[in-house]
C-alpha cells in the first residue's frame, strides 16, 4: 500500500529554520517525481517544488528560491524540504505528493496528510 | 508562468443536479491539466488526468473535457459526497499552477 507521512511542521520565528519530512512506503521514491505542495490557513494550492526520480532535476516556485532545498535520502526512502529564513507568509500546511509522470504526463496521484508550519513571533 | 484562473469561485447546488466548473490557462497547455477535489481537514485527491482521463476508482459521474487553454469538470447527478473544494492544475511546465478553487456547497 502507498503511502506518504510528513513531519516536522512546528512554531517558529520569522527568520527561523526547519526541515519537513516525507517517509514514503509501498513504493520507491527513485522511481517517480515527487513534489511539495502547500496550503495557508483557508486558501488554495500552492506548487511548491518539484524533484526527479534521479534527483537530476529540482525545481522550484519562485517564492521560496533561494530559500528552500528538496532533497532525499534514498535509503531512507524520505524526501525532506529544509526551509530557511522563513517568513509569515510561508505559513502554510505542507503536502508532499507523488507524480507517476506516466508517458510525459504529470499528476499527483497519492498525498500525503500535511504537516503544519506556522510562522508567528 | 501560467495562470489559471478557474469560474465560478462558489457554486450551490442540490443532491441529483449536475455542474460545471471551468478552467482557463493563460497560454495553450495541450491537454496537461488535472482536477483535485479537496474536503475539508484533507489532502486532495486526484479525480481526472490529462484533461480526460478518470482516474482509478472515481465514480464515472465525474468527466473533463478540454484542450490548449479551456477546460471543464462535469458532474452528473450530485451526491452528497461530491461537496467539496476542486481544483484544477496544469502539469504542462513548472511551476505546476493550480486554480483558485471553486467551492461546491449543497443548496
Known amino acids: 500500500e502507498v503511502q506518504l507521512v510528513e513531519s516536522g511542521g512546528a512554531l517558529v520565528q520569522p527568520g527561523g529554520s526547519l526541515r519537513l519530512s516525507c517517509a514514503a512506503s509501498?513504493?520507491?521514491?527513485?522511481?517517480?517525481?515527487m513534489h511539495w505542495v502547500r496550503q495557508a490557513p483557508g486558501k488554495g494550492l500552492e506548487w511548491v517544488s518539484r524533484?526527479?526520480?534521479?534527483?537530476?532535476?529540482?525545481n522550484y516556485a519562485d517564492s521560496v528560491k533561494g530559500r528552500f532545498t528538496v532533497s532525499r535520502d534514498n535509503a531512507k526512502n524520505t524526501l525532506y524540504l529544509r526551509m530557511n529564513t522563513l517568513r509569515v507568509e510561508d505559513t502554510a500546511v505542507y503536502y508532499c505528493?507523488?507524480?507517476?509522470?506516466?508517458?510525459?504526463?504529470?499528476?499527483?496521484?497519492?498525498w500525503g496528510q500535511g504537516t503544519l508550519v506556522t510562522v508567528s513571533s | 508562468d501560467i495562470q489559471m484562473t478557474q469560474s465560478p469561485f462558489s457554486l450551490s447546488a442540490s443532491v441529483g443536479d449536475r455542474v460545471t466548473i471551468t478552467c482557463r490557462a493563460s497560454?495553450?497547455?495541450?491537454?496537461?491539466l488535472n482536477w483535485y477535489q479537496q474536503k475539508p481537514g484533507k489532502a486532495p485527491e486526484v479525480l481526472i488526468s490529462?484533461?480526460?482521463n478518470l482516474q482509478y476508482g472515481v465514480p464515472s459521474r465525474f468527466s473533463g473535457s478540454g484542450s490548449g487553454t479551456d477546460f471543464s469538470l462535469t458532474i452528473t447527478s450530485l451526491q452528497p459526497e461530491d461537496f467539496a473544494t476542486y481544483y484544477c492544475?496544469?502539469?504542462?511546465?513548472?511551476?505546476?499552477?493550480f486554480g483558485q478553487g471553486s467551492k461546491l456547497e449543497i443548496k
Open positions: 505528493a507523488r507524480d507517476p509522470d506516466f508517458g510525459g504526463y504529470s499528476d499527483f496521484d497519492f
Open positions: 509501498g513504493f520507491t521514491l527513485t522511481n517517480y517525481y
Open positions: 524533484i526527479k526520480g534521479d534527483g537530476g532535476s529540482i
Open positions: 497560454q495553450s497547455i495541450r491537454n496537461h
Open positions: 490529462a484533461a480526460s
Open positions: 492544475q496544469q502539469s504542462y511546465d513548472v511551476p505546476y499552477t
